[in-house]
Structure formats: C-alpha cells, structure tokens
C-alpha cells in the first residue's frame, strides 16, 4: 500500500478519532443524572407526595427538548423522611452509583443543604438546588455549588416591608416559629422595618405547630400592630392564630412567605374551619398556575399535565411547592447546557459559573420578567391577596426586585 | 443437654472470645472492618461508618439499659454534648495555641468525659424513680440539652438553629480528610468499646450493674452502693455516648440541634431492643437492623422498581412499612432479640446432626 498525501491524511484521521474516542465517550455519557431527595415519608410527606411528579414531567420534558447537549438525562429519586442525614446518604449513594454521570442534586430541606454544603468539595461536589429559601445558603462564596430557586427568606420579608411601607403603615409585629426557619428573616427585618420607618411593635416565637395560641393573640392585640409577618410555618398556626384574631375582632393584617401561600391549603383551611383567611397576604416568587397569560412554560406544563397526570390533584392545578421544584430544575438544566454549549465538562465548577452568569433570561412565565442569578439566588416576588369567595391568591402589588 | 463449652484451663476460661463462633465472628469483622477502606465506594463507606457511631452510642445504652435496667430516653442528649464539645474544644485549643496535630488526642478525651459528667447529672432521678418515670425524666434531659445547644446566649459556641461546621480530626499530622480515613478511626474505636464494655461485665462494677437490674434492694442489701453504681452506670453509658458524639462531629462536616432530637434516642432503644438487651452482641446486631437494613430496602427496592419520582413516591411508603413489619417479626417471635436468634442457630450448628435448637 502505497502512502500518499491523500491516505497519509485518511489514516490520520481515523488514527486521531480512535484515540479521541474514549475523551469523546467521556464526554458524553449515554445518560445525565440529575439525583433529588424528597420527604416521601414523615412530617413533610404531603409536598413531598405533591412535587414528586414534577420529576416525571420535568424529564420528558427536557428530553424532548433535546436533554442537555443532545444527551438525555434521567432523575433518580430517593425518600429523605424529612431526615438530613438520610439525604445526605442518598447524595452519597447517587454519587457512588451514578459517578460522573450524575451532574445535578435536589436536596429537599435546608437541614440537608447545610449538611451537605462543607462535602461539596472536589468530585464529591455537584451543582445543588433545594426546596430551601433559607438566606444563609444564598452565598456563593461560602456555598458556591448551591442556589436558590427565588428569592430569600430575607429578601421576601424585605418585600413584605416595602409593600407595607409603600401602603403607608406604620406597625408591624413579627410572630414566627422557634425554628431555625421560623427565625431566618427576623434579625435583617428588624433593621429593614427601621431603614423604613416601621415600627416593630412585637416580636414572638411560638412553637412550629402552635399550642398556646390564645397567649400570642392576646399579646397581638396589646401591641396593637396594624400587620403581622409570620415566618416559619406551612399551615400550623393559620386557623388559631388567624382565626382567634379574627374572633377577638382585631384588625390586624397578616402576611406571610412562601411556605405559607399555598392555595391547596389555604383552600382547605377555609373549607374546614371558616372563610377567616380573605384578605390574608402573603409574598410568592412565581406566578400561580392559573395566572397563564403571556406564560409558554405554564401552558405547556398544564398541556402536559392533563395528559400525565389524570385524576389526580396535578390534573388542572400545579401547587406553588412543585413549580418552585420545577423552577430549580429548569435553572440546572439552564446551567448544565450553557455549559454543554461552551464545550465544558458539567463539572460543579463549570457548571456553578454558568449558573452565575445567567442573566435576563425569559423562563417562561415563572416569574414578573426576565430574571438573573445573583448571589446565589433570584431576588424578585410580589405580593398575594388570598380569597376565601372564589379561593385565589390574586395579585397585590407589582413585581418587586431585591 | 449440652450447656456450656469444655474448657480444659482456667486460661481458656477467662478469655473474652471463649470459643471458635466468637473468634471467627470479631476477627472475620475485624478483618471486614480493616478491608472496607480499600474496596468499598463512597456510600458504602457512609452507611459503615453511621453504624459505626451509632453502634459505639447503643453499646453505651446497653450499659445502662441492658445491664443495669435503668430505662433511659435521652441518650442523644449525650451525643449533642459530645458533638458539640469537638468544636468548642477546638476553637478553645486554638486560642491556646495547642498544635492541630494533638487536638483530637485532647478533644476526644475531654469530649467524653464531659458527657459523664452531664450523665451524672441526668442520673440522679434514677436514685429516686424507676421504670417509666425515669425514661420520662431521662427524656426531658434530651429536651433540655436541645433548648440549650439552640439557646441564642449559646449561639456563639454552638452555632444555635444553624449548626456548626465542625473540624477535621489530625492525628499527629494525618488529616482525617475523607470519611473512609474517619471510617478507619471509627471502626478501631467501636472495637475498642466494644471489647472494653464486654469486659467492664467480667469486674466487680459490672457484676454491681448487673445486681442492680435484677434486684436493685437485694443489691443494696449485698453491700452495693446504689448511689454509686447507679450514676457510674450513667456515667459509663454517657461517655460512650459522649464517644460517638465526637466522632459524629469529626464525621461529618456540619452538625446541626436536629440531627440530636428524639427520634435518635428512640432509634438508640429500638437498636438495643431488636438486637437484644444485656448482650454484648445485641447492639451490633441491633445496628446492623436499625440502620443497614432500612438502607438495603432503600436500595433492593430502587433496583427493583427504578429509581424515577413516581414510582419512588410509591415504593417510599412501602419501604416504611416493610421494615416496620421486619421488626414486629423479629419482637414477635424472638422478644429477647436477634442475639438469641444467632444463639440458637450456633447451638444447632454445634449439635448437629444429633439435637437442633
């Protein structure tokens, strides 16, 4: 066989790709991993049941939409019972079993995440979201692989201070619960309440699921607070603290974060113990899912929903505890192409810089606009009003940036 | 009926591992525990090292619990103290400018016998109350541990609701940087329990403990000093506690007040509970159910069932209910544990062909 320019050049080329095959091959796996924790069992085993479908929706769908970089991915799912450790150990298991493959976690409590935040080193490390709004992990020089789907728990009071202050109030009472939840925005909110000229008339902990209630009422009524901010619960304290005020005939406006404007929940309360929450405000980060105008993501989440999720309480309604998941989800895999594109390796580190450097981006109808990852996190939310008539959070104030 | 094992000298007698079964089991273990490091992944080495700290702490309730019979419900009070200890001590060490090298050395110690000290303490009530009484005294000392650790004054030591990030233990210039050189610490010092409590049964103390469970008036009677034995009992069973705290923070790199409610002290008593009171082994067997088993469902069933969301929101609640239904079992047909379980299958082994059970 004779060697001339022209083979010289064929054999190099075969030569060349039979050695870059297997950096080719590492490079793209057959499959993505993306590992999430969920409290399927335990305390929290009700949003946890609510928000596991998501995984299913969020597969196909980035499947179809071309995974990431042509490469399907594939969520493995494992229950937490709500137990940090737990999770850390399905973290670990997923990244024993799955490797480099894994390229993206869900943690499903804030517990985990700091537990979890010190691990993240080297190839122990993934790019990390969570069900958490807690402000400590909002800091990507401490937590550079974890982010928040939303605004802190600070930056929502920060909201709910401004939306009282533009109203023209004067007096605020924070009650939260003595959690590490409860307590995460009381220490910023009181500095925020004065830059502001509010007056914080009364600060009170309570127990996560109130048991002396009628204590904290009184005490409501003595400061005479014109708003109240409740932090640190999901449903607990509504019907006793909310409805006891309301029998005692106070005026007193209350307001809460994220974990504590829940439709499905707010719907029930008022079915089982009276229409006591109309008027009940509160800040939420995205859109509800029946607030589809000019909203292509949503509408193509009800499209798909109606086809998966027949029957169930999925079918027609997206709670706001599945579209935070799905919005986490949506920012990793954000994240995971950009840097596919750019031809990286979906390392944390790579993969942690294109998270930061996403920038007005249109999700969809998630949230008011386009929005960026700053600090971690993405500081945007407005106000709801809740209805017991018709049983909506409607909006009360234009989008806030923080 | 054959009821004990020939031994031909008092030597023979008085060894620990007195015949072939336990010589085979502790060194296979050992031998298991020495290889883990070099072959095992990640998780695995997770999961052997949580057994390992949940392990030293059952044998410190077995102390207490299975020897002495005083029932307590606040053993993770004393792994808190433990665990918080590590931090404050290092933070402390350094400010004396004691070399990172022996902090562990110093820290360990200290760590451990502060958690006696707060055992004492919390056994007092066992001087006056017995039985329930003294699991609901006991259970309020967790409850107050808890408050104080997240007590906002304590919070500059403790780290409050947040936690702490804890350091990494230096063993004279090896930084214990990874789990699997923590596992290798954790395994050795399980052993060395172990070994130590099983001995503690063969002194005079032991033997006062054991007086005080079967009749603690007809002890007294004998010459032993409830007083004395009662809160040394205490102090025993906390200082293992204590030990698993320590290495509990140097584990992990963060510790938080919830990791040490009372779902850990219950989980402490089940362990002891299934594996069998008052038995060296029950709490290795016990450990091996309470914390591997939950584990190995966890994973049989995802290779079975897959790993997707759906079908993980199904399977989550089975899993709880499979492993809830593997303990009724093991109470229901053998209340005295799986160590009598094993028992009875070495005995038939031994007899075999000639006699089974």
Redesign the interface.
């Known amino acids: 066989m004779t060697l001339n320019r022209r083979s010289f050049l064929a054999r190099s080329a075969a030569a060349s790709a039979v050695l870059a095959a297997p950096t080719l091959l590492k490079a793209q796996p057959a499959e993505y991993v993306f590992g ?1 924790s ?1 409290p ?2 335990g305390p929290f ?1 009700t949003a ?2 609510l928000v ?5 929706m969020a ?1 196909r769908l980035i499947n179809e939409e071309g995974g990431i970089g042509g490469v399907p991915i ?6 937490s ?1 709500y ?3 737990n999770a ?2 399905n973290y ?2 997923a ?3 799955e490797g480099d493959a894994l390229v993206a976690y869900f943690g499903d409590s804030t ?1 985990f995440m ?2 979890v ?3 993240l080193k080297g190839d ?1 490390a993934r790019l990390m979201g969570s069900t958490s709004f807690a402000s ?1 992990l909002a800091n990507p020089e401490v937590n550079p692989y974890q982010y928040l789907a939303g605004p802190s728990y600070e930056d929502q009071f920060d909201i709910l201070l401004q939306n009282i202050a533009n109203q023209g109030g004067s007096t605020v009472a924070f009650i939260f619960s ?3 939840f409860g ?1 995460d925005p009381i220490e910023h909110g009181k500095k925020r309440a004065e830059e502001l000229g509010l007056k914080v008339v009364l600060e009170e902990s309570t127990k996560p699921q109130g048991a002396d209630i009628p204590t904290h009422v009184t005490k409501l009524a003595q400061s005479g607070a014109e708003y109240c901010l409740l932090q640190g619960y999901v449903t607990g304290v509504w019907p006793q603290l909310i409805g006891g005020a309301r029998q005692f005939g106070l005026p007193t406006k209350f307001m809460g974060t994220f974990w504590g404007m829940e439709k499905i929940i707010a719907d029930r309360v008022t079915e089982q113990a009276g229409p006591f929450l109309d008027g009940y405000q509160g800040v939420m980060p995205y859109r509800y899912f029946y607030d589809r105008a000019d909203a292509p993501r949503y509408e193509t989440f009800a499209a798909l929903s109606k086809e998966m999720f027949v029957g169930t309480p999925l079918e027609n309604y997206m709670p706001t505890w599945t579209i935070q998941t799905m919005c986490a989800i949506e920012i990793a895999v954000r994240a995971l192409r950009d840097t596919a594109e750019k031809g990286l390796e979906l390392t944390a580190d790579n993969t942690a810089e294109s998270l930061n450097a996403i920038s007005d981006w249109d999700m969809g109808g998630y949230f008011g606009g386009p929005v960026s990852v700053e600090g971690g996190k993405i500081g945007t939310g407005r106000v709801y009003t809740y209805g017991a008539e018709n049983g909506l959070f409607t909006p009360s104030s234009d989008w806030f940036n923080v | 009926m054959i009821n004990g094992n020939l031994k031909a000298t008092y030597a023979a007698d008085e060894q620990v591992l007195n015949n072939a079964y336990k010589r085979a089991f502790v060194y296979g273990m050992a031998l298991l525990c020495a290889a883990l490091p070099f072959v095992a992944n990640d998780y695995i080495i997770l999961v052997a090292a949580q057994m390992g700290i949940i392990l030293i702490a059952v044998v410190g309730v077995n102390v207490v619990i299975g020897y002495t019979g005083l029932l307590s419900l606040g053993h993770a009070a004393f792994i808190a103290i433990g665990a918080y200890s590590i931090p404050i001590l290092h933070t402390l060490f350094a400010s004396l400018g004691v070399p990172e090298g022996i902090m562990p050395f110093l820290a360990i110690p200290l760590a451990v016998a502060i958690s006696a000290l707060v055992g004492i303490v919390v056994g007092l009530p066992s001087l006056r109350v017995k039985g329930l009484y003294l699991a609901v005294a006991t259970l309020s000392a967790n409850f107050i541990v808890i408050f104080l650790i997240e007590l906002d004054a304590m919070a500059p030591y403790t780290g409050g609701f947040n936690g702490i990030n804890t350091p990494e233990a230096n063993l004279l210039g090896w930084q214990l940087d990874t789990q699997r050189e923590m596992f290798a610490l954790i395994a050795a010092l399980a052993f060395v329990t172990i070994l130590g409590v099983q001995n503690l049964f063969r002194t005079r103390v032991g033997r006062a403990f054991i007086a005080i469970r079967e009749r603690d008036y007809s002890a007294e009677v004998l010459g032993i000093s409830l007083l004395r034995y009662k809160l040394l009992s205490f102090a025993i069973s906390a200082a293992c506690c204590g030990l698993a705290g320590a290495l509990f923070a140097y584990f992990y790199a963060r510790i938080l007040p919830e990791q040490f409610e009372l779902v850990l002290s219950l989980q402490l008593v089940a362990a002891l509970i299934v594996g069998g009171m008052g038995r060296t082994m029950g709490p290795v067997f016990g450990v091996i159910i309470v914390v591997m088993v939950p584990e190995l469902l966890k994973y049989s069933f995802g290779i079975i069932a897959g790993g997707s969301a759906d079908v993980a929101a199904l399977r989550a609640p089975v899993q709880e209910i499979v492993f809830g239904a593997l303990i009724i079992i093991f109470l229901m047909f053998e209340p005295l544990g799986i160590t009598q379980i094993v028992d009875r299958g070495f005995r038939s082994l031994n007899r075999w062909p000639f006699a089974r059970g």
């Open positions: 999430a969920l399927l069992t085993a946890g049941q596991a479908p998501a995984f299913a597969q594939r969520f493995v799912t494992e229950d019972g137990i940090p450790q850390l150990a670990q298991r990244l024993a079993t517990g700091k537990l935040a010190p691990e122990q400590e003595n959690t590490e307590r």
